[in-house]
T-cell receptor, first 111, second 115 residues
Framework: GQNIDQPTEMTATEGAIVQINCTYQ??????LFWYQQHAGEAPTFLSY????GLEEKGRFSSFLSRSKGYSYLLLKELQMKDSASYLC????????????FGRGTSLIVHP | DSGVTQTPKHLITATGQRVTLRCSPR?????VYWYQQSLDQGLQFLIQ???????AKGNILERFSAQQFPDLHSELNLSSLELGDSALYFC??????????????FGPGTRLTVL
């Protein structure tokens, strides 16, 4: 099985930068996803990391360290619309490559 | 809009009843996944179908079953419903299955309320 840990809730100010961490334990790591989910809506894809390093995509970046079982999602120039839940999901070779989702981090952006 | 459709959007029913949720994947996607999301459990994988065949099974109860039809749409059947089955049910689709990179696209979900 997999253990995926994320903080339950974070708050930040509009215009600021926030880093959401995700740690995981898996024996057959095969990629890590970040999804954004607004309340009551479908998760939407943000990023996918399978190799170590930083992937940048506009205001969002995602980092992976496989040796540490660690990833983070970095959100820059925060906007009110970034208030949402951010889900970390890990693929495991031993789990039919189906992503296992963490419980998500609820991000609240205030003015 | 992800291109994945789910019906109905909302469903209210009573304990002991049976319901069917429907999902149509994005055009060209062969894999369909079903997830359950409740407040205390997060997004839980239930089952995956690929081109009509069951490919992977997660935490799916015996009271629940699913199938994927020749036109690739899928149905999730929930029977002998209990209060604890109240949740958002998401369908997702992807092009392939297995080890290759497969971004999942999620449908809008069906909110099931069991009274």
């Amino acid at each position: 099985g997999q253990n995926i840990d994320q903080p339950t809730e974070m708050t930040a100010t509009e215009g600021a930068i926030v880093q959401i961490n995700c740690t995981y334990q898996t024996s057959g790591f095969n990629g890590l996803f970040w999804y954004q989910q607004h309340a009551g809506e479908a998760p939407t894809f943000l990023s996918y990391n399978v190799l170590d390093g930083l992937e940048e995509k506009g205001r969002f970046s995602s980092f992976l360290s496989r040796s540490k079982g660690y990833s983070y999602l970095l959100l820059k120039e925060l906007q009110m619309k970034d208030s949402a839940s951010y889900l970390c999901a890990v693929r495991d070779r031993r789990g039919s490559y189906i992503p296992t989702f963490g419980r998500g981090t609820s991000l609240i952006v205030h003015p | 809009d992800s291109g994945v459709t789910q019906t109905p959007k909302h469903l209210i029913t009573a304990t002991g009843q049976r319901v069917t949720l429907r999902c149509s994947p994005r055009s060209g996607d062969l894999s369909v996944y079903w997830y359950q999301q409740s407040l205390d459990q997060g997004l839980q994988f239930l089952i995956q179908y690929y081109n009509g065949e069951e490919r992977a099974k997660g935490n799916i109860l015996e009271r629940f079953s699913a199938q994927q039809f020749p036109d690739l749409h899928s149905e999730l059947n929930l029977s002998s419903l209990e209060l604890g089955d109240s949740a958002l049910y998401f369908c997702a689709s992807s092009v392939g299955s297995g080890s290759s990179y497969n971004e999942q696209f999620f449908g809008p979900g069906t909110r099931l309320t069991v009274l």
